[in-house]
């Protein structure tokens, strides 16, 4: 019975020495930013220089600005600042990143309708948030 419990002891820790390490993916464990930009293999790279918006306050969560009216959602600084650096990553904006939905990001968005085959409104929709990779 020893030499069967000193085998199996001996088989296990063997399995043990020669497993490997599974490194988990170092976004579980850190702060993520709810409004970065994600594409369909995920992240988009962000700039390294800091903006206005960077610090204003947002939801924790990314799946909470899915459940927000744009109409909403144009009040928010945070979410404004992203879509400012969406349309400034895409071309279609070229002002300042501050926060404030104004007739330039207004032309911006008409300008990626157009482009995308949307109906011209100028104002945040659905379809443009899908387009720019924004909850």
Known sequence: MKALIVC?????GGLLANAQVTVFDETLFHHNDSLNQYDEWGKLHRSKDLNV???APR???RWMYYFQHPDVLITKPAYVGALQVALQRDGY???P???VYGPDVSDAIAKLQKN?????TGTLTDPV???LHLP
């Open 59 to 61: 939801y924790r969560y």
């Open 97 to 99: 990143i501050d926060g």
């Open 129 to 131: 948030r899908r387009a």
């Open 53 to 55: 918006t960077d610090e």
């Open 93 to 95: 904006y070229c002002g």
């Open 116 to 120: 995308y085959s949307m109906r011209v």
């Open 8 to 12: 199996c002891a001996l088989i296990f």
